[in-house]
């Protein structure tokens, strides 16, 4: 089993740039497809961006393709989210989320593991 713990999320200014970050413990990270999601208000969540086990495959919501990257540091046990020119609509709770499955996925039921969220607030 794996922990996770988000952080990195915060307000910024439309056109700004955010990194998060997410931290696993209890198990090394590298056994794990690793993917991003974000739930708006009153919206479902949705899928953003996820990476292979090796960080060699990316795949990304089309709301957030050229704007994103999705990368991972298995050493340190971390996955990041870059978001860069940030818009009001990327507003959300951002989650990342574990899948022992070994391979990409953008079905959030296909996760195991998830973590707790952290807040992203763009500003128009």
């Known amino acids: 089993q794996v922990q996770l713990v988000e952080s990195g999320g915060g307000l910024v200014q439309a056109g700004g740039s955010l990194r998060l970050s997410c931290v696993a413990s209890g198990r090394t990270l590298s056994s794990y497809a690793m993917g991003w999601f974000r739930q708006a208000p009153e919206k479902e969540r949705e899928f953003v961006a996820a990476?292979?086990?090796?960080?060699?495959?990316?795949t990304y919501a089309d709301s957030v393709k050229g704007r994103t990257t999705i990368s991972r540091d298995n050493a340190k046990n971390t996955v990041f989210l870059q978001m860069n020119n940030l818009k009001p609509e990327d507003t959300a709770v951002y989650y990342c989320?574990?899948?022992?499955?070994?391979?990409?996925?953008?079905?959030?039921?296909?996760?195991?593991?998830w973590g707790q969220g952290t807040q992203v607030t763009v500003s128009s």
């Open positions: 990476v292979s086990q090796s960080g060699g495959i990316t």
């Open positions: 989320a574990a899948t022992e499955r070994h391979y990409l996925t953008r079905n959030q039921g296909l996760y195991d593991y």
